[in-house]
């Protein structure tokens, strides 16, 4: 079946930088919107960044534009999250989805059908 694994979480300090990867099986990567979603203790999952299947389209959330960026590479069937100047509201699980076969993101979470185990982002004040 269609396995998503998280990597590249951790811990760091405000101001600092982390780079998520999400490596992808069994997808047809090619034809798969993704999307970075986050989820901190008592809050809602919420979206961060959306791709488009050939990756020429991408969207933010409005409390991570200018500070994130969302990239897949189609031949390594991997998708990437850069964050840099990390503050300690982006502390959270941070999962990548995927939709299946669709060529353009949806911000809806349940419009992806497949889902990483997540990786964990804690960042200190």
């Known amino acids: 079946q269609v396995q998503l694994v998280e990597s590249g979480g951790g811990s760091v300090q405000a101001g600092g930088s982390l780079r998520l990867s999400c490596a992808t099986s069994?997808?047809?990567?090619?034809?798969?919107?993704m999307g970075w979603f986050r989820q901190a203790p008592g809050k809602e999952r919420e979206g961060v960044s959306y791709?488009?299947?050939?990756?020429?389209?991408?969207d933010y959330a409005d409390s991570v534009k200018g500070r994130f960026t969302i990239s897949r590479d189609n031949a390594k069937n991997t998708l990437y999250l850069q964050m840099n100047s990390l503050k300690p509201e982006d502390t959270a699980m941070y999962y990548c989805?995927?939709?299946?076969?669709?060529?353009?993101?949806?911000?809806?979470?349940?419009?992806?059908?497949?889902w990483g185990q997540g990786t964990q982002v804690t960042v200190s004040s």
């Open positions: 791709i488009s299947a050939s990756g020429n389209r991408q």
């Open positions: 069994r997808l047809t990567f090619d034809a798969a919107a």
């Open positions: 989805a995927a939709m299946g076969r669709s060529y353009i993101y949806s911000t809806r979470p349940d419009e992806y059908s497949y």
